[in-house]
């Protein structure tokens, strides 16, 4: 997918008015400022960071299919795919992230592109407090087996994840379904044709399963 092609998937799949348009305009341009104090996104993807990072983030939003609640992004690093998910709709977004730099600029940005929807949770996955999810994300947080542990406390069985797994989708599903059951499917990205995305819901422990 080039740049034209991601701006213009993006106008026809989300119908993005002038307003939002700013809002993600203003998004790429203090992200691309920010690379000169922190490296949030690969260098090599700076060319491509409509195809490679906008674009990649919002095609999660209909994966999601009509959810009601707080969508929660794990290890938000740059805001992606959070604060993308958070311009394009109007749901609560939560940002989980635990390093200082990153969390402070997210802060930033919420308050720069205005997203009163957004809010960010400084530290480790683990310490947010219990909720339920409606949607989980996480863009490069972790290997599938340890990212379902470590956030099994944020959803139940209705809880929507929507996790990009790239090239290594199908093994990490593999992997992850020794300890965890549930409904598992591999999308492929629209962004690259050799990447994918695993949608699950209704996980639960194989060895609570196995145990009752």
């Known amino acids: 997918m080039t740049e034209e092609e991601a701006r213009q998937w993006l106008q026809v799949r989300f119908d993005v008015s002038r307003e939002t348009w700013q809002r993600?305009?203003?998004?790429?341009?203090?992200?691309?400022?920010?690379?000169?104090?922190?490296?949030?996104?690969?260098?090599?993807?700076?060319?491509?960071?409509?195809?490679?990072?906008?674009?990649?983030?919002?095609?999660?939003?209909?994966?999601?299919?009509?959810?009601?609640?707080?969508?929660?992004?794990?290890?938000?690093?740059?805001?992606?795919?959070?604060?993308?998910v958070a311009i394009l709709s109007q749901t609560p977004v939560q940002m989980v992230e635990s390093r200082r730099k990153r969390i402070d600029f997210l802060n930033s940005v919420i308050q720069a592109v205005d997203l009163p929807n957004a809010?960010?949770?400084?530290?480790?996955?683990?310490?947010?407090?219990?909720?339920?999810?409606?949607?989980?994300?996480?863009?490069?947080?972790?290997?599938?087996?340890?990212?379902?542990?470590?956030?099994?406390?944020?959803?139940?069985?209705?809880?929507?994840?929507?996790?990009?797994?790239?090239?290594?989708?199908?093994?990490?599903?593999?992997?992850?379904?020794r300890s965890w059951q549930g409904v598992f499917h591999v999308e492929r990205s629209v962004t690259d044709a050799d990447s994918a995305i695993i949608v699950a819901q209704a996980i639960r422990s194989a060895r609570r399963k196995a145990r009752g």
């Open 24 to 84: 993600l305009e203003r998004y790429v341009a203090i992200l691309l400022e920010e690379m000169g104090r922190q490296n949030l996104i690969a260098e090599s993807t700076r060319p491509q960071i409509w195809s490679r990072h906008i674009a990649d983030s919002a095609q999660l939003i209909p994966l999601a299919g009509n959810w009601q609640g707080p969508w929660v992004d794990l290890g938000s690093g740059a805001g992606l795919p959070g604060i993308v």
């Open 119 to 177: 809010s960010v949770f400084g530290g480790r996955v683990e310490a947010v407090p219990p909720m339920t999810a409606a949607v989980i994300s996480a863009r490069a947080y972790a290997p599938l087996p340890k990212l379902i542990d470590s956030a099994a406390h944020l959803a139940d069985e209705k809880t929507i994840w929507v996790l990009p797994k790239g090239r290594n989708a199908q093994n990490e599903l593999e992997a992850a379904t």
